[in-house]
DNA sequence: GTCTATAGCTGGATAGAC
DNA sequence: GTCTATCCAGCTATAGAC
């Protein structure tokens, strides 16, 4: 396929090092000799740090937001269903990229990046969700509760669930455990359950 | 009262700047200068920033617990009543000291502290809800999931909830909002609602 | 205990050869 | 596009006067 420039490399050597130090504690330096190019090669592709940190940061959500498309034969089924799977692309999503949902966390505990770049793209994020709500409050099967409230409530939920399964990997392969963190995430919003 | 040492205004600026830019981006010099001591005077109190950072999480842990303490006649109520008094407490904590969670929040996400340290503090933070988890399980009032998913969902649940309500300061007044954010809680843990 | 002054180092970013 | 070499700012931490 398409293959890796020294672009690429840095990006990748910059989301490891990221993830496992935090961006202001990642040196440009150490980047660039993770990724084995010269220091000056990354302020060629770069304008400089930040530049490089929301470019890693677009990119990895538009990666996310690639793997949230729910397939067609979903849109006849019942609102629940479209609810879990969406749910369990988001987790299936987060626990195969464990170090772009560290690096979510530390943009946004790091205020690295303005915020007005980091609501862009979270707005854009919870447009389904936002719709999947307001579909089921219609259906009386979710609770009528604020949807700034529900919002922000789903997504963190998700968040933590991910973060749960990449913290305590051999957890992921147990069914059980999977049906009861959606369930906790479901039974919290529905109706009667 | 005991009267404010230098120590103190160093602590309580550390905080102040930590929570706004980070821990790493926060230079010792823009602590003192803040807290408006000379530079070497830091150094003379804490044996180096880590030693500083450490004592700031020990002591705002502490502040947190000695803040988490049901009155005794609370003892005799049901164990739901408990659960949102305990609840109650700890979001008014959260939404009364907000520096502390996002430092709180940074520890995490900075990795700047030894793992060892910040899970002991949780350990003991934890030990209330796990009890209450237990009870519950036994009496047939609480999902009967594994502890560990059901411990790390309160925990996280509370926390977003905290910085929801820190980030959306004009609705901490409305109680609606409250009381719908601790039925978001309440319902995904217990059985029958 | 508190200050000033400064040592010693590391980081982001640039210049210029190839 | 990629490299080497380097500048300069800002940082942690120390030394020593008061």
């Not at 690429?8 to 993770?34: M, P, R, V, W, Y």
């Not at 369990?88 to 790091?110: D, G, K």
């Not at 305590?168 to 009861?180: E, F, G, Q």
Request: contains cysteine; proline residues 2%; glycine residues 2%.
């Amino acid at each position: 396929m398409s293959k890796t420039t020294k672009r690429d490399l840095l990006l990748n050597s910059a989301l490891t090092l990221f993830s496992e130090q935090g961006i202001h504690s990642t040196s440009t330096a150490s980047i660039a000799k993770h990724a084995g190019v010269a220091n000056g090669t990354l302020f060629h592709h770069f304008e400089n740090k930040h530049s490089l940190v929301s470019s890693l940061y677009i990119a990895s959500k538009q990666q996310l937001a690639s793997a949230l498309v729910l397939s067609d034969d979903l849109l006849s089924q019942s609102l629940k269903q479209q609810v879990e799977a969406l749910w369990h692309l988001a987790l299936n999503w987060a626990v195969s990229h464990p170090r772009q949902l560290t690096f979510f966390q530390q943009v946004a505990t790091e205020n690295f990046l303005p915020q007005a770049l980091r609501i862009k793209a979270m707005k854009t994020e919870l447009s389904i969700l936002e719709m999947m709500i307001t579909v089921g409050q219609a259906q009386k099967i979710i609770v009528e509760y604020p949807l700034d409230l529900l919002l922000d409530h789903c997504q963190s939920q998700m968040i933590a669930s991910g973060l749960f399964f990449i913290n305590n990997p051999s957890l992921i392969a147990i069914d059980d455990y999977r049906d009861n963190a959606f369930n906790l995430f479901w039974r919290a919003i529905a109706i009667d359950a």
